[in-house]
């Protein structure tokens, strides 16, 4: 794993070397990290060692190109931000739980939500849309069917805003 900003100093032969076998690393190993490079350009493609995935970087964001997230579920029993890519097993036996969307959602976000514990009915699940529509609509979902499993994806369109994924 190894990172660089691609600018080889004017400098002499021992730190030079070094320089260029850290470039070379860079190179060899995707520019890989846990975030993006900080000198990246559009263009840049870089490995997130945390996601498993393959970014290219195009000037204002990362698009993933390849890979698999390394996302596991999550159980959730209280109030919580839900991230891109994020799988949650939400509890409510213990009461009403919301899951706030993010604020600032990329085109084909994913975030997916299943009733844990069968209790939706019971206790619902809302789901804070964070100024963002889901599925045209400007409120928040609530979610108080028992069992219910759904995954939510951001269109890119402000009007639809987060949609469903299957139906």
Known sequence: MAQHDFNIANQGFPAFRTDLNNVLTAINTSQSGTSRPTSAVAGTIWYNTSSSLLYLYDGST?????????????????NFNAVASGK????????????????????????????????????????????????????????????????LVYSGDATTGWTYKDK
């Open 62 to 78: 990362d698009v993933a190109v390849l890979g698999t997230p390394a996302v596991s579920w999550e159980v959730k029993t209280s």
């Open 88 to 151: 949650y097993l939400v509890n409510t036996s213990g009461g009403v739980v919301t899951a706030t969307l993010p604020v600032s959602p990329s085109t084909g976000n994913e975030i997916s939500f299943i009733d844990q514990g069968y209790d939706f009915n019971t206790n619902a699940l809302t789901v804070d849309r964070n100024s963002n529509n889901i599925a045209n609509v400007t409120a928040d979902l609530v979610v108080n069917t028992q069992g219910a499993g759904f995954t």
